[in-house]
C-alpha cells in the first residue's frame, strides 16, 4: 500500500539532503541536510517494514537515537568551530590542504 | 690399492698446516707483541723447517714406493653442486713432491737469512707472518689436486707477493709496484679461470686425475679446443711468471725486501706457471700449436730480457730481469716437449737464482748499514756506488761467483746441465720443425748475454776499486753468519744440483717418468744424438765462457763513477737503460685510454650522467611530480571530498546494479 509513492518521497528527499550537503558552505545547513538524509532512510525503513516485517519500524528508532546523539556532537564541534575561527563557513577551514 | 697409503705421504697436508699456524702465531704477535723478535724468528724459521722435514719424508716415502699413479687424499667435499664435483684435496706424486722440496727447502733457508736482513725491521713479526703465510699458500698450489684447489695457491700467492712487494707500503712507489704486480697478475688470472672453464665444459670435471683420463677421448689432439685450453693456461703462466707481454710487474716487484725478492720473485712463486704447464703436460703435448706459442713467448723473453738486464744499474733489477730472461728458458723446456727438462731447470734456478738475490741482499744490507753510520743518503743498491767488495765480504762474493758460473753454464755447475738440456731437446726438435732452431738460437743468443751481464754485475760490485766514500768504507764487513750460511748452502746445492738429471742418466727424466708418459705418444723423440749433444755441450760451455770472458775484457770498473756524475747514455743503450720504454708504451696504450675511458666515460658520463642524473635524480623527480599531482586533489576542501565520495558512490551502485 502506497509503497512506490513513499519510495519516491524518500529518494526525493535523501537527494535534497545530498545536493544541500554539496552544494551550501554553511555548516548548520549542512549538519540540516545530514539529519534530511538520515530521515529519508527512516521513511524508507518505515515504508519497506509493511513487506518485510517489524524490524524496518524498530530500526528507526535506534536510527533516532544515533542521529540525536550525533546531533549534539555535530553542534558542539560546530560551537568549537565558531568560537575558533568566528565563522561556520567551511570553505574557509582548509587546514588539510596538500 | 696405491702403494703410498698409509705412508708418510698421508700426512703431505702437514706442510700447509705448520706454515700456517706459523703465520697465524706470527700474525697475531705482529699485532699484540711486535717487538718478541726471538719468538717471531723461532716460530717463523721453525715452522718451514719443520715443513720441509715433512717435504723431506713425503719424499722419501715416495722413493720407497714410487707411485704409477698419483696419491690424492680427498679430504672433504668442497663445491658438490649439480655435475661439478670439486673435492679439497692433496696429490702427492713425483711432480709435486719435487716442487714441495724445493719449495719448503729453498723458504727454510730464505726464512733463516731473512732473521739477518730483517733484523732491525719494525716490522719484524708483520714480515714473517707474510712470509709463513706464502709457504702456506705455495705447499697448496703445489699439492692442490684439481685446478680449483691450485687456483686457491695461485691467488694466495699471489695476495702474499702483493703485501710483500709494498711491505713498506709508507714509500708511494712501494705500494704502486705491489698494486701493479697484483694488477697484471689479474689478467693472467682470467686466462686460467677460462681455461677451467673450457675444461669443464668439454670434459665435465676439474680433478687432475680424471682430465687426463678423459682427455685423449674427450678433446681431439691439435684441435681448437684443447688449443684454447691450453693457451688460456698459458694466459695464466704469462701472468704468474713474468713473460711477455705482462714479465713488466717483475722488475717493480724488487720494491720489496730482498729475501722476498728471492724467494717469491726468483724461486718459488714465478715459476708456478712452469709448474701448471708441466702438471697438465697431455693437454700442451696434444696441442702443437699452443706449445709452440709456449717456447716462441719463452725464447722471446729470454732474449729481450737478457738485453735489458745488460744495462740496468740497480743490482736487483738486473737481477729481476734475468729471472724473467731464466723462466723464459723454462718455458722454451715445456714448450719443445722436455717437461723433465723444464722443471730440472726450475730446481737448479731456484738454487742460483735464490743464491744471487740473497748474495745481492747481503751486499744491499752492509751498503745500507753503511749509509746509516756515515748519515748519507745514497742508492744502496746501485752498482756504481759499490766496487771492491770482494775484499770486505769474502764469502758473499765467494758464492756469488759460483751461482754466476751456474747461471752463465759452466760446467759442471747446475745451470750448465738444465740449460743445455732444454737447448738441446729445442735443437733436436727443429730438425723437423724449423721454428724450434729459431727457438734455439734465441736461447743461445741469450745463454751468451746471461753471461756477460752477469759478470758485468760481479765486476762492478765486488771488484775494481772501492767507490763508497771514505766514510763508509770502514763500515763495510761481512753479513753475519746467519744470512752467510744460507749463502753457502745454496752454493752447495749449486755445485751438485746438476747431479739429479745428469745427461744420459736422466734421474729426473725418470722420477718424472709416470707422469709425462701419456704426452710422449703426442711428441717425436727429443732426446739429441750422442755426438750432436756432446757438440752442443761443448757449444753451450763455451757459448757462456765467452760471455764471461768478452765481460772482463770489454768492461772496466775503474772507470766508472758514482750515479750523480755518471755521463747521459746515448742511442742503443739508453734504449736499454729505459727498459725499451715498455712501460710508457703500456702507459700511453693501456693505461691512459683505461683511466680515461674510466674519468670521462664511466665516471663523467655513464654515472654521473645516465645513472645519477637520468636514474637518481630523474625517478626522485618523478616521485616528487606524480605527488604534486595528488597533492592538487588534496584541497582541504571537505566538500570538494564529498563530491569524489558521492560520484564514487553512485558508480558503485551503478556497477552493482547492472
Known amino acids: 500500500m502506497l509503497l512506490g509513492p513513499s519510495l519516491l518521497v524518500s529518494a526525493i528527499l535523501f537527494s535534497l539532503g545530498v545536493v544541500g550537503v554539496l552544494l551550501r558552505r554553511n555548516a548548520i545547513v549542512i549538519f540540516m541536510c545530514i539529519e534530511l538524509m538520515l530521515n529519508a532512510v527512516n521513511l524508507t525503513f518505515v515504508a519497506l517494514s509493511q513487506r518485510i516485517g517489524i524490524e524496518g519500524q524498530v530500526f528507526v528508532f535506534f536510527v533516532m537515537t544515533v542521529a540525536a546523539a550525533e546531533a549534539a556532537v555535530g553542534l558542539a564541534i560546530v560551537i568549537a568551530l565558531y568560537r575558533h575561527r568566528d565563522t561556520v563557513n567551511l570553505q574557509s577551514i582548509n587546514l588539510l590542504r596538500g | ?658
Not at chain 2, 759452466?410 to 724450434?436: C, H, M, N, V
Not at chain 2, 751481464?453 to 770502514?474: I, K, Q, V, W
Not at chain 2, 742511442?571 to 700511453?588: C, Q
Request: aromatic content about 12%; charged content about 10%.
Open chain 2, 1 to 658: 690399492m696405491n702403494p703410498l697409503a698409509g705412508s708418510a705421504a698421508d700426512w703431505a697436508g702437514l706442510a700447509i698446516l705448520l706454515p700456517f699456524a706459523g703465520f697465524l702465531v706470527n700474525g697475531a704477535l705482529a699485532f699484540w707483541r711486535p717487538k718478541a723478535r726471538r719468538a717471531v724468528s723461532l716460530v717463523g724459521v721453525g715452522s718451514v723447517a719443520a715443513a720441509f722435514v715433512v717435504a723431506v719424508a713425503v719424499f722419501l716415502a715416495v722413493r720407497a714406493a714410487p707411485p704409477a699413479a698419483p696419491y690424492v687424499r680427498s679430504l672433504w667435499s668442497w663445491i658438490p653442486v649439480g655435475d661439478l664435483s670439486v673435492s679439497a684435496a692433496l696429490q702427492v706424486d713425483q711432480l709435486s713432491v719435487v716442487m714441495l722440496l724445493v719449495v719448503t727447502g729453498v723458504s727454510s733457508l730464505i726464512h733463516l737469512f731473512s732473521v739477518g736482513y730483517m733484523h732491525d725491521d719494525p716490522g719484524y713479526a708483520r714480515y714473517f707472518a707474510y712470509l709463513n703465510l706464502f709457504v702456506t699458500f705455495m705447499v697448496v698450489l703445489v699439492l692442490g689436486a684439481n685446478f680449483p684447489v691450485m687456483f686457491i695457491g695461485w691467488e694466495g700467492v699471489g695476495l702474499c707477493s702483493y703485501l710483500l712487494i709494498g711491505f713498506w707500503f709508507t714509500e708511494k712507489e712501494k705500494a704502486d709496484a705491489g698494486l701493479k704486480a697484483f694488477l697484471v697478475n689479474r689478467i693472467g688470472d682470467v686466462g686460467f679461470l677460462i681455461a677451467m672453464f673450457l675444461i669443464f665444459s668439454h670434459l665435465g670435471t676439474l680433478d687432475f686425475r680424471e682430465t687426463f683420463a678423459r682427455a685423449p677421448q674427450g678433446l681431439a689432439a691439435g684441435g681448437g679446443a684443447v688449443t684454447a685450453i691450453a693457451l688460456f693456461l698459458f694466459m695464466g703462466c704469462v701472468g704468474k711468471s713474468a713473460q711477455i707481454p705482462l714479465y713488466v710487474w717483475l722488475p717493480d716487484a724488487m720494491a720489496g725486501p730482498t729475501p722476498v725478492s728471492a724467494l717469491i720473485h726468483a724461486a718459488t712463486m714465478v715459476t708456478a706457471g712452469v709448474y701448471l704447464v708441466a702438471r697438465t703436460n697431455l693437454l700442451f703435448a696434444m696441442a702443437p700449436v699452443a706449445s709452440a706459442v709456449v717456447a716462441g713467448v719463452g725464447a722471446l723473453t729470454a732474449l729481450f730480457a737478457a738485453t735489458i738486464g745488460l744495462k740496468q744499474w740497480d743490482i736487483k733489477k738486473v737481477l729481476a730481469y734475468s729471472t724473467v730472461s731464466q723462466l723464459g728458458y723454462m718455458f722454451v723446456g715445456v714448450g719443445v716437449g722436455a717437461y723433465a727438462a723444464g722443471i730440472f731447470h726450475l730446481v737448479t734456478h731456484a738454487f742460483f737464482k735464490a743464491l744471487l738475490f740473497l748474495g745481492a741482499g747481503s751486499v744491499i744490507h752492509v751498503m745500507h748499514q753503511a749509509y746509516h753510520h756515515s748519515h748519507r743518503h745514497a742508492d744502496a743498491q746501485d752498482m756504481r756506488n759499490m766496487g771492491g767488495l770482494a775484499a770486505y765480504m769474502p764469502w758473499t762474493a765467494r758464492t756469488m761467483w759460483v751461482a754466476t758460473l751456474a747461471i752463465a753454464g759452466i760446467p759442471p755447475l747446475a745451470g750448465f746441465f738444465s740449460k743445455d738440456e732444454i737447448l738441446g731437446a729445442a735443437f733436436t726438435r727443429g730438425a723437423s720443425q724449423p721454428f724450434y732452431l729459431l727457438v734455439w738460437l734465441f736461447g743461445i743468443v741469450a745463454a751468451f748475454l746471461t753471461a756477460f751481464y752477469m759478470a758485468r754485475l760481479m765486476l762492478y760490485t765486488f771488484h775494481g776499486p772501492n767507490r763508497t766514500g771514505d766514510l763508509e768504507r770502514p763500515h763495510l764487513t761481512e753479513a753475519p753468519w746467519i744470512m752467510t750460511g744460507p749463502l753457502v748452502v745454496l752454493a752447495a746445492l749449486t755445485i751438485v744440483g746438476g747431479a739429479i738429471n745428469l745427461p744420459e742418466v736422466g734421474a729426473l727424466q725418470r722420477w718424472l717418468t709416470p707422469l709425462t708418459a701419456q704426452s710422449a705418444a703426442f711428441l717425436p723423440d727429443l732426446a739429441p744424438t750422442p755426438g750432436v749433444a756432446i757438440a752442443l755441450m761443448a757449444g753451450a760451455a763455451l757459448i757462456g765462457a765467452a760471455g764471461l770472458w768478452l765481460a772482463t775484457r770489454m768492461l772496466k770498473p775503474e772507470a766508472l763513477v758514482p750515479p750523480e756524475r755518471s755521463p747521459q747514455e746515448t742511442g742503443f743503450a739508453r734504449l736499454l737503460l729505459e727498459k725499451y720504454r715498455v712501460d710508457e708504451l703500456y702507459d700511453r696504450v693501456i693505461v691512459r685510454p683505461l683511466l680515461w675511458l674510466a674519468r670521462v666515460v664511466l665516471w663523467k658520463g655513464v654515472d654521473a650522467g645516465v645513472i645519477d642524473t637520468a636514474g637518481v635524480n630523474g625517478s626522485a623527480a618523478l616521485a616528487r611530480g606524480l605527488g604534486w599531482i595528488g597533492s592538487r586533489l588534496q584541497s582541504g576542501q571537505v566538500g570538494t571530498y564529498v563530491v569524489f565520495f558521492v560520484i564514487g558512490a553512485i558508480a558503485v551502485l551503478a556497477a552493482l546494479l547492472k
